[in-house]
């Protein structure tokens, strides 16, 4: 069984930057693509970027192309989310997931195998 836990959330002011860690317990997660989601009070759950299972392909939602960037160590089993140039409608509570299917099927998937409990990410005006 694997578990995912989140860490590095916060607050932060607008155009600063956060990296999230996605730590994955149990049975290594190398042949699994990764990814995060987040959710924002009152909205439903959103793709955010998706990493290949050995890293060579991303996936980012229009929203934080450019300003996010996804990745892996597969040796420390433990994804990334590095987030700069936050904006406020950045906060939500941000989550790790990981699942079979190759990121480009990431941006409509609602229930991946395994997701962390969530961090949350605050970012201020």
């Known amino acids: 069984q694997v578990q995912l836990v989140e860490s590095g959330g916060g607050l932060v002011q607008a155009g600063g930057s956060l990296r999230l860690s996605c730590a994955a317990s149990?049975?290594?997660?190398?042949?699994?693509?990764m990814g995060w989601f987040r959710q924002a009070p009152g909205k439903e759950r959103e793709f955010v970027a998706a990493?290949?299972?050995?890293?060579?392909?991303?996936f980012y939602a229009d929203s934080v192309k450019g300003r996010f960037t996804i990745s892996r160590d597969n040796a420390k089993n433990t994804g990334y989310l590095q987030m700069n140039s936050l904006k406020p409608e950045d906060t939500a509570v941000y989550y790790c997931?990981?699942?079979?299917?190759?990121?480009?099927?990431?941006?409509?998937?609602?229930?991946?195998?395994?997701w962390g409990q969530g961090t949350q990410v605050t970012v201020s005006s």
């Open positions: 997931a990981a699942d079979r299917l190759p990121t480009s099927k990431w941006r409509g998937l609602t229930s991946p195998d395994y």
């Open positions: 149990g049975r290594i997660v190398s042949d699994n693509t």
């Open positions: 990493i290949s299972s050995l890293g060579g392909i991303t």
